[in-house]
């Protein structure tokens, strides 16, 4: 906890300074902590499945072919990025190293880039179980949110979805055990009847997190789930 206060007096402090790029420590124009040609410069995910993010070839249809066969429990997704190059170690430095300036650049950056969409009622990030955010110390996804909360002025609730069994970390699994993994690990504690909920995470991976989350919303009620996702792994 004492490593989150300073790291927050930190960026309190850095706020007052020009803004610097965290790529290349040169001056940004922007108000952002990263320049226009590192920012150009991103893995931006391009030609992917409007639903998983799967790659997809040039001109093919929105939506890839597993897709189509077994849709996913929620209605679209938008990913700002594959999970490579510095989108990877700003996601990391903010999820395992307590560097929360890092939520203020991938939530900015997810604003910006994020193209057309649906307004929701509300945004729900991806909880954690309540062990695992005593470990941490915060919840990356929700810091994430905050960031697009203000841009987009879209209320956030973060307490209506739980995670009610402690899970080993996905990525500490083969693919194949994620599944069973994360089964009805999520409720949700409310009425979300003809609401449209957009479900805010760092990163998917094999998305069985996401589905089970987005299960449970669907359970509560909830007309429409969008998907809002930093970064895409494979």
């Known amino acids: 906890m004492h490593s989150l ?7 309190c402090y850095h706020r007052l ?22 920012e150009n410069d991103l893995p931006f995910l391009q030609n992917a499945c409007s639903l998983c993010g799967a790659s997809l070839a040039k001109n093919s249809p929105p939506i890839c072919g597993n897709c189509l066969t077994h849709p996913p429990p929620y ?3 938008i990913c700002l990025a594959h999970y490579q190059g510095p989108i990877r170690r700003f996601i990391t430095q903010l999820k395992f190293h307590q560097q929360l300036a890092f939520s203020h650049i991938l939530g900015h950056l997810f604003v910006k880039h994020m193209g057309t969409h649906q307004t929701p009622d509300m945004i729900i990030p991806v ?4 062990k695992r955010l005593k470990q941490r110390g915060f919840n990356q996804a929700l810091e994430i949110a905050k960031v697009i909360q203000k841009q987009l002025n879209i209320p956030i609730n973060h307490t209506i979805c739980q995670r009610i069994r ?25 009425d979300l009847s003809n609401h449209h909920v957009a479900v805010v ?9 996401m589905r089970e989350v987005c299960c449970a919303l669907r359970k509560a009620g909830t007309k429409r789930v969008s998907v809002w996702c930093i ?3 494979g």
Do not use: E
């Open 5 to 11: 206060i300073k790291n927050t007096l930190k960026q």
């Open 201 to 209: 995470d760092d990163v998917m991976t094999t998305g069985h997190t």
């Open 166 to 190: 402690h899970t080993q970390p996905q990525t500490s699994l083969p693919a194949h055990q994620r599944a069973r993994n994360v089964k009805k690990a999520f409720t949700v504690r409310g």
């Open 231 to 233: 970064a895409k792994t």
């Open 17 to 38: 300074l020009p803004y610097t790029c965290v790529i290349c420590k040169s001056p940004s124009q922007q108000a952002l902590d990263l320049c226009s040609a590192c």
């Open 127 to 130: 909880p954690l179980h309540t």
């Open 75 to 77: 209605h679209d997704l």
